[in-house]
């Protein structure tokens, strides 16, 4: 049975797991909007003994970088500027630079757009390296309110095979998530001009 709040003069008498500071979302309300999708009742922490919070704490990073990857959320875009190894490449390529740790994916390049990233190492052929990346954004505060929705249905997705053991309750779910995705594309998470997105950079995300 779920945990009420009933502080005297609160007068809301909602579940806790579904109350929010200041309208502010947390991990665990993504985690319990995800749960809600497969009829969970939810739960109140990631340390919770429930099973479902087992898997949450389990899926919910995977499934929140894989999301970050698969569109550029303006939220998640971080600028950079690199400057080069000065061990060169072996052949191909005239400069080599690290991929910062907080950088998901490279998305949009500034200049030459010739480059390839392998083990770790963006290899390109100019002394600097400028581009526009997928910052790995972890603090909840940040999300933009349509990456909360496709995230929530993308965990619910990868959550109903464990929870529900329902082959039928997963596909309807990743097909929720689809849609969700595609209404996130159509409306776009961009403030300010629209932003043409390849539909190959949209399918690209992986873990």
Do not use: H
């Not at 665990?28 to 087992?54: F, H, P, T, Y």
């Not at 052949?91 to 910062?100: I, K, L, R, S």
């Not at 052929?125 to 995230?151: C, H, K, P, Q």
């Amino acid at each position: 049975m779920p945990a009420f709040d009933q502080t005297k003069g609160d007068g809301d008498f909602r579940p806790l797991f579904f109350k929010k500071e200041r309208g502010k979302m947390s991990i665990v309300s993504i985690c319990n909007k995800a749960l809600s999708q497969i009829g969970d009742e939810g739960i109140l922490s990631l340390d919770d003994e429930r099973k479902a919070a087992r898997y949450c704490k389990m899926l919910y990073d995977p499934c929140r970088k894989f999301v970050l990857r698969s569109y550029p959320w303006r939220f998640a875009l971080k600028r950079y500027t690199l400057a080069p190894l000065k061990e060169k490449p072996l052949f191909g390529y005239d400069y080599q630079f690290v991929m910062p740790s907080d950088c998901l994916r490279i998305w949009r390049v500034v200049g030459n757009k010739d480059f390839t990233v392998e083990g770790g190492m963006i290899l390109y052929n100019a002394d600097v390296f400028r581009f526009i990346g997928i910052y790995n954004v972890t603090d909840v505060i940040l999300f933009d309110s349509m990456f909360e929705d496709v995230l929530a249905a993308r965990l619910a997705s990868e959550l109903a095979m464990p929870l529900s053991a329902s082959p039928s309750l997963r596909k309807e779910l990743a097909e929720m998530y689809e849609y969700r995705v595609s209404k996130a594309r159509s409306a776009s998470a961009f403030e300010g001009k629209t932003e043409k997105t390849n539909v190959t950079d949209w399918l690209e995300a992986r873990l």
